[in-house]
């Protein structure tokens, strides 16, 4: 056996199927269980068929949690959770940090548009970085929807120290652009300076 070889799996370990199982065949009454003249009963062995035809459909059903879980899941069913849950803009970023933002997306769609739900999302997709919402703390109002606003519009900035490289930068300012608020405007971390 070489040394690259895989390991022999223990039967144990394996997850058993269906027909192994006998999920079926226990359901029978006990008449059916004996064999007379040294053979199976035909509903046995009808059953045993069909456990051995189900296999594959009660396998996948079985595994169905684990194969939805974000933890768990194959890249392509992390992407399709994300998309369904409205994180769309997480495809560029790595599959860690896709796992984590579709493992917390209730919370951050109850966060959505908040400085909290900023630096949450910010968190979660970038762990090693050190970034900071800072919020202008503006407030505007009018009962005139066409009326000139005297003070500067709300906004916010991330900083971040030490600066990340030109391409993480670009995904942070992408990332919050879409989790800002609407009405409030975004300052981004200057590429250039980087």
């Known amino acids: 056996m070489s040394a690259t070889a895989a390991a022999p799996r223990d039967e144990a370990d394996a997850p058993r199927s269906v027909s192994r199982r006998c999920y079926l065949r226990r359901s029978l009454p006990g008449v059916y269980h004996d064999e007379h003249g040294g053979q ?17 459909i009660v396998t996948l059903l079985d595994n169905l949690g684990p194969h939805f879980d974000p933890r768990l899941a194959p ?3 992390v992407d ?14 790595p599959l860690d940090a896709r796992r984590r933002l579709v493992a917390a997306a209730m919370e951050v769609a109850a966060h959505r548009g908040t400085r909290e739900g900023v630096e949450r999302v910010l968190a979660l997709a970038f762990p090693d970085l050190d970034v900071e919402v ?45 989790q800002r608020p609407a009405h409030v405007g975004y300052v981004p971390l200057d590429e250039a300076a980087l």
């Open 40 to 56: 199976k009963p035909l509903v046995r062995s009808f059953l045993e068929g069909i456990e051995l035809v189900l296999d594959p």
């Open 75 to 77: 890249e392509g069913i």
């Open 134 to 178: 800072e919020d202008s703390g503006a407030v505007t109002w009018s009962g005139d929807p066409a009326a000139p606003r005297d003070v500067d519009r709300p906004t916010f900035r991330l900083r971040c120290d030490p600066p990340p490289p030109a391409s993480t930068a670009r995904a942070l300012n992408r990332l919050a652009a879409l």
């Open 80 to 93: 399709g959770l994300a998309d369904a849950l409205g994180l769309r803009e997480t495809a560029g970023l």
